[in-house]
């Protein structure tokens, strides 16, 4: 059984680059997109990314489209709440693969933390 969490020091999905994401107006409010965009920093990683701590400096109060809740992945994506875990694992997975790479550090810590087994290795 697979459980999604967010792992600490990780920071994957707060890469904001908007090429990496050309799909942003489907599933964002022109509300939302705006603000999206203007989170964007230089490098492409959010502005309120802390990279020292790889962590959220406003996580209080973080943007809807930031937050992992069967409510913002209904709306955003058309997520049923029984498919929100593994469609939020799978997320996960490949924002940390784009970032990390397929068998960094990062994605061994995210599998174990959410008890994922790779399919191809479980036969
Ligand atoms: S990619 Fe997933 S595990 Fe990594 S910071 Fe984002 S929500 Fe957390
Ligand atoms: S607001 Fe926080 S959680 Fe959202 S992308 Fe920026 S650093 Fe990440």
Not at 48 to 64: G, K, L, M, Q, V
Not at 97 to 119: H, L, T
């Amino acid at each position: 059984m697979t459980t999604w969490q967010c792992v600490a020091q990780c920071g994957a999905c707060c890469f904001l680059d908007p090429s990496e994401r050309p799909d942003l107006e489907d599933y964002l409010t022109p509300d939302q997109l705006q603000q999206y965009l203007s989170l964007v920093g230089d490098d492409g990683w959010c502005i309120h990314y802390n990279a020292e701590a790889r962590n959220c400096s406003i996580y209080d109060t973080r943007p809807e489209f930031c937050r992992v809740t069967p409510h913002t992945f209904e709306t955003m994506f058309g997520i049923a709440p029984d498919d929100l875990n593994e469609f939020a694992i799978d997320c996960c997975q490949q924002h940390i693969e784009d970032q990390y790479g397929e068998s960094s550090p990062e994605m061994e810590r995210f599998n174990q933390a959410v008890g994922w087994i790779d399919p191809d290795l479980s036969e």
